[in-house]
């Protein structure tokens, strides 16, 4: 009875109940449309495969099933299989373990494809590929990398490298309804305008490059001081479009190459010191394309 473990169809009472809310919920009409399309798919496409995948798994589970049917009428002192085991039992439990890493194996495959989909979700390797194909990125390209730029931009918001600007006024100055006198240290801490729910939405603080897709001004409500990654006036960022190329040529190429995901091992922890960076790198994994 091990191998069903505790799962709806062998639960009692409470638990049973919680168990049946939540299939009942999964099984819903609502939730079971959702699955239609990937449900065509794995029809159309992994069905063989899935077959043989699954093979094995119904071997064993046969095995399993004529190991308990000769066992269920034997008496066995309780306890006493952890002392002492048939050999039915070391079977049984040689079984139940392959079965096990039978559908870890599955899962980690369906995991690692799902990823390598999810990874190009927004159509930037088919939009590099489009204008680029396996060539060198060119400058007409580049400024034609539409959703690579939407990427960046949304990166840029929630994780400024410089997260605040200092200005000195030269001579007193109105700011709105407040006046400023002058040679006063004034400190703009440009990453705070990046989270604020009436500019950004209730979701500010999501990765959404898709709220770029209309451009800068919409995506701010007209607000363009809300997104000052490279700052703003006679002082904005001399490197601007240099770092904006430079990212732009280096995902490009990486793209045209790679697929990758992201190491289990990474830790996300932004860290400000001087400029905001992964406090402990950011470990990709690269699969050749
Ligand atoms: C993602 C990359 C970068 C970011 C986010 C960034 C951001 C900034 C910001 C916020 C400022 C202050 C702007 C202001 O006060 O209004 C600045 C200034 C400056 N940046 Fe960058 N920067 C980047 C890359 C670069 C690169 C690659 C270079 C050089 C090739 C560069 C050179 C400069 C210089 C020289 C200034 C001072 C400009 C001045 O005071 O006139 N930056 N940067």
């Known amino acids: 009875m091990k191998i069903l473990g505790n799962g709806l169809g062998l639960a009692e009472g409470e638990h049973w109940a919680k168990l049946r809310k939540v299939a009942n919920h999964a099984f819903h009409g609502e939730s079971l449309k959702n699955m239609i399309p990937d449900m065509v798919a794995s029809v159309e496409t992994d069905a063989a495969k899935q077959l043989l995948e699954g093979k094995n798994i119904f071997d064993m589970l046969n095995k399993l099933c004529s190991l308990l049917f000769k066992n269920s009428y034997k008496i066995r002192l309780p306890g006493i299989s952890k002392l002492f085991k048939t050999s039915d039992e070391i079977e049984g439990d040689k079984v139940e373990k392959e079965i096990r890493n039978n559908i870890l194996e599955i899962v980690q495959k369906r995991e690692k494809k799902a990823v390598t989909e999810k990874e190009d979700s927004f159509g930037t390797r088919k939009e590099v590929l489009q204008l680029f194909g396996k060539q060198n990125p060119n400058p007409d390209g580049i400024a034609k990398l539409k959703t690579m730029n939407m990427i960046i931009n949304e990166a840029l918001r929630l994780y400024p490298p410089v997260i605040q600007l200092s200005r000195k006024t030269g001579r007193e100055v109105r700011l709105g309804k407040l006046v400023v006198p002058a040679n006063v240290q004034l400190v703009i801490p440009t990453v705070a305008f990046t989270m604020i729910p009436q500019i950004w939405g209730q979701d500010a603080q999501?990765?959404?490059p898709e709220r770029f897709s209309e451009g800068l001004a919409k995506a701010t409500?007209?607000?363009?001081?809300?997104?000052?990654?490279f700052g703003m006036g006679p002082r904005i960022c001399v490197g601007f479009n240099f770092a904006t190329t430079k990212a732009k040529i280096a995902l490009s190429m990486i793209l045209q190459r790679h697929s990758f995901?992201?190491?289990?091992?990474?830790?996300?922890?932004?860290?400000?010191?001087?400029?905001v960076r992964p406090q402990h790198g950011v470990q990709v994994i690269l699969h050749s394309l």
């Not at 409500?221 to 990654?229: Q, S, T, V």
């Open 206 to 208: 999501l990765f959404k």
């Open 221 to 229: 409500k007209d607000n363009m001081a809300a997104f000052l990654p």
């Open 261 to 275: 995901t992201l190491s289990p091992g990474y830790v996300h922890s932004p860290l400000h010191f001087l400029t």
